[in-house]
């Protein structure tokens, strides 16, 4: 009799063991389910807020961008950045939405001018559109800033973040944006003047400070009519124009890159004294400044500093003559303010 119980229970053991088992698995299944689509929902709500985030920075730097194309430190610039800035919101002819948009391109946007702002370096202090169209001087940069903007557009519903916390049933997202000139396309070389006019009419071709305007020039021998030699000079064009303290004066191997390139890391020339030393190496710089001309030898290369567009070869009697050497038999320029 004892057999026989023992091996009932037996029986009864192992057929009830599998079904505890099975259970347990379908508890396992279920709580993983939650877990697998809160993560699902959290990725959704993410993905929304890195869009909508995307859009942000990308209104931000194209308003920056186009804005700061503007800036030459006058109120008119200032002016034409407002300007540029507001167009970049109005809606295209026969389009839905405008310049820029929001919620995957669903939705326009509406600018306002206290959204931007105007500084004289990418780090500020900043000005608003009103006190930079009153102080002008030395705006070179611009600021947008979509928080000054309808709080809708940064604004993000969500749905599986409010299961964690309940307040955040909707969250937000904002882009800022600096931009402005980091160089100014002009060849770091000075030339005193060969006249103190700035303009005057002589036998009636218009002079620039004793310059005629579209002639070519020698540099090693500005002044070929006179026994007294050309004053020119290097400028240092790492040092903006009005910099605080005693700055170096530039060396030929520092200002090569940028004779190479026609071009100073400034923004501007002007507000300011800049740093030269006298006379221009050209002995050292001559074939960095070949370079305009589609010549090159180092430290320039056809990648960091292509030619300029507007060259073209000047030839005389088919080339046997240098064409310089020709006295031309009379002018051909007219007078212009232009």
Request: proline fraction near 7%; glycine fraction near 8%.
């Given at each position: 009799?004892?057999?026989?119980?023992?091996?009932?229970?037996?029986?009864?053991?192992?057929?009830?063991?599998?079904?505890?088992?099975?259970?347990?698995?379908?508890?396992?299944?279920?709580?993983?389910?939650?877990?697998?689509?809160?993560?699902?929902?959290?990725?959704?709500?993410?993905?929304?807020?890195?869009?909508?985030?995307?859009?942000?920075?990308?209104?931000?730097?194209?308003?920056?961008?186009a804005?700061a194309?503007?800036?030459?430190?006058?109120?008119?610039?200032?002016?034409?950045?407002?300007?540029?800035?507001?167009?970049?919101?109005?809606?295209?002819p026969?389009?839905?939405?405008?310049?820029?948009?929001?919620?995957?391109?669903?939705?326009?946007?509406?600018?306002?001018?206290?959204?931007?702002?105007?500084g004289?370096?990418?780090?500020?202090?900043?000005?608003d559109?009103?006190?930079?169209?009153?102080?002008?001087?030395?705006?070179?940069?611009?600021?947008?800033?979509?928080?000054?903007?309808?709080?809708?557009?940064?604004?993000?519903?969500?749905?599986?973040?409010?299961?964690?916390?309940?307040?955040?049933k909707?969250?937000?997202?904002?882009?800022?944006?600096?931009?402005g000139?980091?160089?100014?396309?002009?060849?770091?070389?000075?030339?005193c003047?060969?006249?103190?006019?700035e303009?005057?009419?002589?036998?009636?071709?218009?002079?620039?400070?004793?310059?005629?305007?579209?002639?070519?020039?020698?540099?090693?021998?500005?002044?070929?009519?006179?026994?007294?030699?050309?004053?020119?000079?290097?400028?240092?064009?790492t040092?903006?124009?009005?910099?605080?303290?005693?700055?170096?004066?530039?060396?030929?191997?520092?200002?090569?890159?940028?004779?190479?390139?026609?071009?100073?890391?400034?923004?501007?020339?002007?507000?300011?004294?800049?740093?030269?030393?006298?006379?221009?190496?050209?002995?050292?710089?001559?074939?960095?400044?070949?370079?305009?001309?589609?010549?090159?030898?180092?430290?320039?290369t056809?990648?960091?500093?292509?030619?300029?567009?507007?060259?073209k070869?000047?030839?005389?009697?088919?080339?046997?003559?240098?064409?310089?050497?020709?006295?031309?038999?009379?002018?051909?320029?007219?007078?212009?303010?232009?």
């Open positions: 009799m004892r057999n026989d119980a023992s091996a009932a229970c037996a029986v009864r053991h192992g057929r009830s063991a599998p079904e505890r088992q099975r259970g347990a698995v379908a508890v396992m299944f279920i709580g993983s389910l939650i877990v697998i689509f809160g993560f699902f929902g959290l990725a959704l709500d993410l993905s929304m807020l890195y869009n909508r985030k995307v859009e942000m920075q990308n209104l931000a730097d194209t308003v920056a961008l804005a194309t503007e800036l030459n430190g006058t109120a008119l610039g200032v002016s034409r950045a407002r300007q540029r800035a507001a167009e970049r919101f109005v809606t295209l026969g389009t839905v939405v405008g310049g820029v948009s929001y919620q995957y391109s669903t939705r326009t946007m509406q600018w306002s001018d206290a959204a931007i702002s105007f004289t370096t990418p780090g500020g202090p900043w000005l559109a009103g006190s930079a169209a009153a102080r002008p001087n030395g705006l070179l940069f611009v600021r947008i800033d979509t928080r000054a903007l309808d709080p809708a557009y940064g604004e993000v519903g969500t749905m599986f973040i409010p299961v964690l916390a309940p307040e955040m909707t969250t937000s997202t904002w882009a800022a944006a600096v931009a000139r980091s160089a100014i396309k002009v060849a770091p070389i000075g030339i003047a060969m006249r103190p006019e303009i005057r009419n002589h036998k009636g071709e218009l002079e620039e400070y004793g310059f005629r305007r579209g002639g070519a020039y020698d540099l090693m021998q500005l002044n070929p009519n006179s026994t007294t030699d050309s004053v020119s000079f290097l400028i240092n064009p040092v903006a124009p009005g910099a605080v303290g005693v700055q170096p004066a530039a060396d030929a191997a520092t200002a090569a890159p940028f004779v190479c390139t026609g071009t100073m890391a400034m923004a501007r020339v002007k507000g300011g004294e800049v740093v030269v030393s006298s006379p221009f190496p050209l002995n050292q710089l001559h074939t960095s400044f070949n370079t305009r001309f589609d010549s090159y030898s180092a430290p320039c056809p990648t960091s500093a292509p030619p300029d567009t507007n060259i070869e000047y030839k005389y009697d088919n080339g046997s003559v240098p064409w310089m050497s020709t006295t031309p038999t009379s002018q051909a320029a007219e007078p212009s303010l232009a």
